[in-house]
């Protein structure tokens, strides 16, 4: 889990926590979400926090032309020319 | 144990409190704000959703609601409260709500008095219409779609300055191009000698002889910190300011402490087109369609980078690797519904537990407007439509628990009602019983609005302040 991810799961409330940390390794392969596909709901959540741990990664956004450094950049060098807070 | 004085005391520093701590203070009050959460700072803001999710969102975005189906119900937590990542969207109250607040509630507004507040938030959070130009691609594609349609609709008003559409809203703002309370109202109030303490938790209202005394909190380093105040505005937001009524043993006189709780229970599709799109270049709400407004139906433009979109597309496995990669081609657009559920909040051990189910009506609005946002997309010249249900079901046969939902604009837990039977405030925002406690967050308002009601709140607090200083509101 890329440290990101972690940071998200480790923010939430505790009983999910635990659930995300124990299914997540499910929800990457394809017979692990056939049985999270068992539980309503669970299949959609756990696939969409590894989909969104997957494309946060900054090679793989850039890759879709999304460059969230770049961005950063831009706001800072603005906030830093306007006076913005 | 130490104890601060005060004329007033502010729990919360999101859109009600915020306003609140600034306007008194200006008025010549000695205000102190407690605030739970960190105060943020647009340098330590990444573009990174899980890590800001992690930093800006109560329990790190994922406060879900207990019932058929369960519901994503993100909140922002810190200095500036939800209003620091939400998208800006700003609508005055609909003046059908106003008429429904006061047939329904007995709540007399001042039409001219609100129009002030209204005028005067706005001017405070440069509230002005998205350019079409700064919407993006996303809005144009809507837009095409709407006009192809003939179905009412427009560019979104919000409180922007100076934005370069970086397509984070909800994710913090890395230009401060967006108003949010913490780099308005906090500011102003700060500058008046107002007290702000974040990191601050507030346990517990003081009341002695049915009138305030003040607040009981818990400061940073864990040691305890009174705050003496004759009067005490409530203003921790729809899920938490009942809860704080609550173990304070105030508010519950009427038995609605708590209930009534309303949403904007919302989902969006995603839609594959031939042009290049590229969602995050452009304000990710920026465009509305109110069409179906009359029914509680309101479908707004989201956009946000892979990460975001990745977390929503409602496919699997390699269908949906292969989508992604067309990101560029992604459009997106959300579907909100004006809910008749109503819910409720509770607390176990120390934290708020929120029930709701969707009802029977409200599935009826999603399954037509899916059945329309598809309609909309295709009009536009999508090739291939992502509704959010499962393979094989059609929007006519979704079920509730077929529906992927989050859901924003939590209200009315602690309604506004000029009968003391029958809500928790009167129309003043004052606590029904209990002399100098006030509520002034999303929890006072009764039932949806069917927009996006952060101005409302606004405008609210603003109200109370003028009648707390016993001055009029200027023009």
């Not at chain 1, 923010?11 to 659930?19: C, E, F, K, Q, S």
């Not at chain 2, 996303?138 to 006009?147: D, I, K, L, S, T």
């Not at chain 2, 974040?198 to 009981?216: C, E, I, P, Q």
């Not at chain 2, 969602?279 to 069409?291: H, I, K, L, N, T």
Request: aromatic share 4%; with cysteine.
């Amino acid at each position: 889990m890329s440290a990101s991810l972690d940071e998200f799961v480790a923010a939430g409330p505790w009983p999910l926590r635990v659930v995300i940390r124990a299914l997540l390794p499910l929800a990457r392969r394809p017979r692990g979400r056939a049985l999270l596909r068992l539980v309503t709901g669970a299949d959609q959540a756990l696939g969409g926090v590894a989909a969104m741990g997957y494309y946060d990664q900054p090679d793989v956004a850039r890759r879709l032309g999304w460059d969230a450094d770049a961005v950063i950049a831009r706001g800072r060098a603005l906030r830093r020319e306007e006076g913005r807070p | 144990m130490s104890t601060i004085y005060a004329d007033a005391c502010v729990i919360g520093a999101g859109a009600g409190g915020a306003v609140l701590a600034a306007e008194l203070a200006e008025g010549g009050a000695k205000v102190v704000v407690l605030e739970q959460g960190p105060e943020h700072r647009a340098d330590d803001f990444t573009a990174r959703p899980p890590q800001m999710l992690a930093r800006l969102y109560r329990d790190g975005g994922q406060t879900v609601t207990l019932g058929n189906p369960p519901v994503a119900l993100p909140l922002g937590r810190g200095i500036g409260g939800t209003t620091l990542v939400n998208s800006g969207t700003c609508f005055r109250t609909p003046a059908h709500v106003l008429e429904r607040w006061r047939r329904e509630r007995g709540i007399e507004l001042d039409d001219v008095l609100l129009d002030r507040c209204f005028a005067r938030v706005e001017r405070s959070l440069s509230v002005s219409e998205v350019e079409p130009e700064l919407a993006g691609r996303n809005a144009a594609v809507v837009r095409r779609g709407a006009e192809r349609l003939g179905w009412s609709h427009g560019y979104l008003k919000r409180n922007a300055k100076g934005c370069v559409a970086s397509g984070v809203c909800a994710f913090g703002c890395p230009t401060s191009a967006k108003q949010h309370t913490g780099i308005t109202y906090i500011p102003r109030a700060r500058a008046a000698g107002a007290q702000i303490l974040s990191g601050t938790d507030a346990r517990r209202v003081l009341v002695a002889r049915r009138r305030v005394r003040g607040v009981v909190t818990r400061a940073p380093d864990g040691s305890r910190l009174d705050v003496k105040a004759p009067r005490v505005v409530v203003a921790a937001g729809t899920i938490h300011t009942p809860l704080l009524l609550r173990s304070s043993g105030v508010g519950s006189g009427s038995g609605q402490l708590g209930r009534n709780l309303s949403l904007h229970p919302a989902t969006a599709a995603i839609a594959r087109m031939d042009e290049e799109i590229d969602m995050a270049r452009g304000v990710p709400q920026s465009f509305y369609v109110d069409e179906f407004a009359t029914e509680g139906i309101m479908f707004e433009t989201i956009a946000g980078p892979p990460a975001y979109v990745a977390m929503s597309l409602p496919l699997n496995g390699r269908r949906h690797a292969e989508v992604m990669s067309s990101y560029p081609q992604l459009a997106q657009l959300g579907l909100m519904v004006s809910d008749r559920s109503g819910g409720s909040v509770h607390r176990v051990g120390r934290r708020p537990v929120i029930r709701y189910d969707l009802a029977a009506e409200d599935l009826e609005k999603f399954r037509s407007g899916l059945t329309r946002l598809e309609r909309l997309l295709r009009a536009a010249g999508a090739r291939e439509v992502y509704l959010p249900l499962p393979g094989g079901v059609t929007p006519e046969r979704a079920r509730a628990q077929d529906l992927r939902l989050m859901a924003f604009h939590p209200l009315g837990t602690a309604r506004a009602d000029a009968r003391p039977d029958r809500g928790v405030v009167d129309g003043g925002l004052a606590v029904h019983g209990v002399a100098g406690l006030y509520v002034a967050d999303g929890s006072v308002v009764p039932g949806a609005l069917g927009v996006n009601p952060q101005l409302t709140i606004m405008a609210l607090a603003t109200r109370l302040a003028f009648d707390l200083l016993e001055a009029p509101c200027p023009s």
